[in-house]
């Protein structure tokens, strides 16, 4: 059953490597660059999005708090307790959930292959890394 039985500071911790891990993952420094022209962005108009910047970052590590809470549970209903098993948890979870939801955006939405692969590629480190977190702190 899923509860609140779960080590809420490795929660938090896992959120913020998420959060921190895009941060990088999206930055110049990163794939963001590339990730600015398969979306069809330029300079100017993230600049103009920079006022909801605040309230875009807040609701983003919600969402990374809810990621890592029920990575967390599943976790810990999988028993893992090791770096490796929380990596295959982490897998799993990207394979069977992410992967398929994300793949409607280029069935549907006329994305690319490439911003697929960019988009995918945080998501499967991210939980792969936010897993064996989770899995070592349990």
């Known amino acids: 059953m899923v509860t609140g039985d779960v080590q809420w500071l490795a929660v938090i911790v896992a959120a913020i490597i998420g959060m921190a891990l895009g941060a990088f993952w999206y930055s110049k420094n990163g794939f963001g660059k590339a990730w600015m022209k398969e979306m069809g962005l330029s300079e ?20 990374s708090l809810v990621s890592a809470f029920v990575l967390a549970n599943v976790v ?10 929380g990596i295959a948890v982490g897998f799993w979870v990207w394979l069977g959930f992410a992967v398929p939801i994300m793949l409607g955006s280029i069935l549907w939405e006329n994305k690319s292959q490439k911003l697929f692969n960019i988009n995918a590629g945080y998501q ?7 897993a064996a977190v989770l899995a070592i702190w349990a």
């Open 44 to 63: 100017e108009k993230l600049k103009t999005s920079q006022q909801k910047m605040g309230k875009m970052y807040a609701l983003a590590f919600v969402a």
């Open 76 to 85: 810990r209903l999988a028993g893992a307790t090791t770096v490796g098993a």
């Open 124 to 130: 499967l480190v991210s939980w792969l890394i936010m």
